[in-house]
């Protein structure tokens, strides 16, 4: 998740010519080499799907990105998954640009930087590609797979903080993801009003970005841990930050037992250091039901069967039914918490 979402620009960059030459030199390989047809059955609803996640290599989207291919080969969409290694506000534009003149049915994007995607999401969407957004919605889109409620994440992590703490309280720090990914801020402002409002006895020293980097969020970590004495817990609603506070907790023992580390994670990034003691609690979804369902919703907008209109309902294989609600968002379901009683049951 990883999470979400993550971006390390807040500027539009302007794209032009070297756009221009960047898509076309993706028409000619780049795509092939960093995606590839879904496979099987043909295309029997007469559709094209390319899925464009934060980035390539995380491991959350390549859950997610494998639940859209299994769903995409389950309706006969031809599928292609592209995207950057890094995770730039402009980055993932050339591949919508691709995907628009290599006539792609629908695009479905998790956006690193919402704002510095639209006009070139517009633009598909005028070319007659349907838009779905998944992980961090945008404006431009004709629907938002949610992989839950903001409300509910934020309730969520905040409940699992403020049992640990207790009636005393104390001092935490919140560490996310990029700093314009907009479903982190939204959860970040989300567990700050509710805490705010619901446990006075709770108080957040400093809100850290890890950038979605491993190496970015271990050090953010440490600063958290270092310059903050009486720091009692780290909310890391993202699968990078939370992962690599997990990590810096346990090469540091005088921090074991002193500060407690919960967020957004992956089973299987997450295990050692639940097993071991380190983290005892975490939250997260299936990133794999998130993608699936993100495929369904595409396909279903390419068959007309919704528009992306408040009540429009569809059908997502194996998940059931599904209704559009306010703002085009569809809600996979509720935050799951994982422990050492069920870790290990989880691959992704």
Same mark, same amino acid.
């Given at each position: 998740m990883r999470f979400t979402f993550r971006t390390t620009s807040t500027r539009r960059i302007a794209l032009g010519a070297v756009a221009i030459a960047a898509a076309a030199a993706l028409l000619s390989g780049c795509a092939a080499a960093t995606g590839g047809s879904g496979g099987?059955?043909?295309?029997?609803?007469?559709?094209?799907?390319?899925?464009?996640?934060k980035s390539l290599g995380n491991k959350y989207f390549e859950a997610s990105d494998k639940g859209a291919k299994t769903a995409a080969d389950a309706l006969g969409l031809k599928f292609k998954e592209v995207g950057p290694t890094a995770t730039g506000s402009a980055d993932?534009?050339?591949?919508?640009?691709?995907?628009?003149?290599t006539g792609q049915k629908a695009i479905a994007i998790a956006a690193n930087d919402p704002s510095a995607v639209c006009n070139d999401l517009k633009a598909a969407q005028k070319a007659g590609?349907?838009?779905?957004?998944?992980?961090?919605?945008?404006?431009?889109r004709d629907v938002f797979i949610n992989q839950a409620t903001v409300d509910g994440i934020a309730k969520g992590l905040v409940d699992l903080m403020a049992k640990h #703490?207790?009636?005393?309280?104390? $001092?935490?720090?919140i560490e996310s993801g990029g700093a314009n990914a907009a479903?982190?801020?939204?959860?970040?402002?989300?567990?700050?009003?509710?805490i705010k409002k619901d446990h006075p006895e709770i108080k957040i020293a400093k809100v850290a970005y890890g950038e979605?980097?491993?190496?970015k969020s271990y050090q953010a970590a440490q600063g958290l841990m270092q310059s903050i004495?009486?720091?009692?817990g780290i909310i890391a609603p993202d699968t990078v930050a939370v992962k690599e506070a997990a990590h810096y907790l346990s090469d540091t023992p005088q921090f074991q037992g002193k500060v407690w580390v919960?967020?957004?994670? #992956?089973?299987?990034?997450?295990? $050692?250091?639940?097993?071991?003691?380190v983290v005892e609690q975490f939250g997260l979804w299936n990133p794999e039901d998130l993608g699936y369902l993100a495929s369904y919703a595409a396909d279903a907008l390419i068959k007309g069967t919704i528009t992306g209109k408040e009540g429009d309902t569809f059908k997502a294989g194996k998940l059931g039914k599904f209704t559009v609600g306010k703002g085009g968002e569809v809600v996979l379901g509720p935050m799951f918490v994982f422990d050492k009683s069920n870790v290990g049951k989880f691959s992704f």
């Open positions: 099987g059955g043909g295309d029997s609803s007469g559709g094209s799907i390319t899925v464009i996640p993932q534009v050339p591949f919508i640009q691709t995907a628009i003149q590609v349907k838009v779905v957004a998944f992980d961090t919605d945008t404006d431009c #703490l207790g009636p005393a309280g104390g $001092t935490i720090a479903n982190l801020n939204a959860w970040v402002d989300a567990m700050t009003a509710l979605d980097d491993d190496q004495p009486d720091l009692k919960t967020g957004l994670g #992956l089973p299987s990034e997450m295990a $050692t250091y639940v097993n071991s003691g």
